[in-house]
């Protein structure tokens, strides 16, 4: 019994370590953040060079047009602007594209539709067909639910000037933060992404990565670092590192916005997450031994870059200390000759607080938008770790297939094109109609925390009970509105 005892410290104390390290590196970016004084020189435009923007798109009736019309608008040169419409589309998506690239084709503008026989490396393979044929010197990429604003090009491309600078990468804006409570929890969170994570690291000279989309590559960056590679989901920031890697300086801009749509619906979110997380995993696997091996590299970088690239880690933390949560409940109910092993590991709650200002931080420096009154903030941080806390079983699963190399296709999260309050999905042809299984797990584990709930005033212990409640209540959440979006209710 002892044994088992021992074991399930070492293992329930190795997630809370590695939380623990993961938080204090965000309250580190969040003080230099917090701290930091903005001296940046913006440089002006001295020229036009060859551009090409890049436009992937598989299967998107609902936002193929707007996208297009956006693009179409940018201010610059004609005669220095290529589109590239890297159409893998199997539907009406298709005839759509056809008829609005026509119709500015006859307007005098550059662009041109380029298909593929089969989807061999889905969007890394489509970037990678494109690139051999692209006229560009520098290669701009927007994703079907974004919306460049006119002078992308023009606020992206001083910047290359420094012959040393690979990428400039744009803050995400959101069309549709307010649309219903899943687009503002998504927004809180990506908010801090962008404006912490992302500049503190560039600010700091440590690695960033490019989001995928809303940045722009110099296009001899992509060839020095290997081309796109499709052996990950998340091929830029697979590309990212290797670039990196290779010397390449990235320029991150937080005052430059980039609007763009969230995925309204549950089942939609955890596709996306599925995804980033599974290639999350892929490219720490393919990538953090060679940072590790880097001699050139400073400790400093190689810490953030390691923590960077192993973010994902925090789901299989997060659910294996939660399920672990009531035994450990159960074992200082009964043992008491371990209490003191209890005594240390509540060292560990100040992981909550350094999460907790990381993300009052970004919610104060939230650019283009009234930041969050304090009151709000307190509301919306612990449901915002609630709901996520609940996405922590169908995230840690795919971080742990990451880690096992066990490869699945790439699938492309489900648009709306949800703008006003009103705006519907009801009918959307791309969301899944049938529920993960996963989702009953879901509903099990909310039970699980539900009883261990009970538990702790059975014991008189009510030391985890913020974190049964958060848990609970979040894979609660999760779960139920897993099943009311399939019928396009909010």
């Known amino acids: 019994m ?31 953040h917090y701290f930091k004084k903005s001296n940046d020189q913006v440089p002006e435009l001295t020229s036009f060079p060859k551009v090409t923007v890049q436009l992937p798109i598989y299967n998107e009736k609902y936002v ?16 220095q602007l290529e ?28 662009i041109v539709v380029v298909r593929r026989e089969n989807r061999t490396g889905f969007k890394a393979g489509a970037l990678a067909h494109g690139l051999t044929r692209c006229e560009g010197k520098f290669v701009a990429i927007f994703d079907a639910d974004f919306i460049p604003k006119s002078d992308f090009l023009l606020k992206t491309l001083p910047y290359f000037q420094d012959k040393n600078i690979g990428l400039v990468q744009t803050r995400w804006e959101h069309i549709n933060k307010n649309y219903n409570w899943l687009t503002q929890l998504q927004a809180f969170g990506l908010d801090a992404h962008f404006s912490v994570e992302q500049d503190g690291r560039n600010s700091q000279g440590h690695f960033i990565n490019f989001n995928g989309t809303a940045g722009v590559w110099r296009k001899e960056t992509i060839e020095d670092a290997g081309g796109w590679q499709s052996d990950t989901l998340t091929e830029d920031l697979d590309l990212s590192y290797r670039a990196q890697l290779k010397g390449w300086k990235f320029k991150y801009l937080k005052d430059q916005g980039t609007p763009a749509e969230l995925p309204a619906a549950m089942n939609a979110l955890k596709t996306q997450q599925y995804r980033w997380t599974k290639g999350g995993a892929e490219c720490a696997v393919k990538n953090l031994p060679p940072v590790l091996r880097q001699k050139e590299l400073p400790w400093s970088t190689k810490v953030h870059a390691s923590f960077h690239l192993l973010n994902t880690l925090v789901f299989v933390c997060i659910l294996l200390t939660g399920v672990l949560s009531l035994p450990m409940l159960l074992i200082k109910g009964n043992f008491e000759q371990y209490d003191f092993i209890f005594e240390v590991a509540s060292i560990f709650t ?9 993300y009052w931080v970004s919610s104060r420096d939230q650019a283009g938008s009234k930041p969050l009154s304090f009151i709000q903030y307190l509301i919306r941080f612990p449901f915002f770790m609630s709901v996520y806390m609940g996405l922590s079983l169908h995230n840690a699963i795919a971080v742990l297939e990451g880690y096992l190399g066990r490869k699945t296709s790439f699938v492309r999260t489900p648009k709306f094109n949800l703008v006003e309050e009103g705006d519907s999905w009801k009918g959307n042809k791309y969301l899944r109609k049938n529920v993960n299984p996963l989702t009953y797990w879901e509903i099990l584990l909310s039970g699980y925390f539900i009883v261990s709930i009970a538990i702790g005033f059975q014991y008189n212990d009510l030391g985890l009970l913020p974190f049964h409640l958060m848990l609970g209540g979040g894979f609660l959440m999760v779960a139920v509105f897993s099943f009311r979006h399939r019928s396009g209710r909010v």
């Open 64 to 79: 193929v047009e707007r996208l297009i019309r956006a693009v179409a608008k940018l201010d610059y040169p004609t005669d």
């Open 83 to 110: 589109i590239q419409v890297l159409d893998d589309s199997t539907d009406e998506t298709i005839d759509l594209i056809n008829d609005i690239v026509q119709q500015f084709r006859n307007e005098g503008n550059n």
């Open 350 to 358: 100040i992981s909550l607080f350094f999460l907790a200002f990381f």
């Open 2 to 32: 002892h044994v088992l005892i021992w074991f399930l410290f070492f293992l329930y104390g190795a997630m809370l370590l590695f939380i623990f390290l993961y938080s204090s590196v965000q309250f580190y970016l969040a003080l230099k």
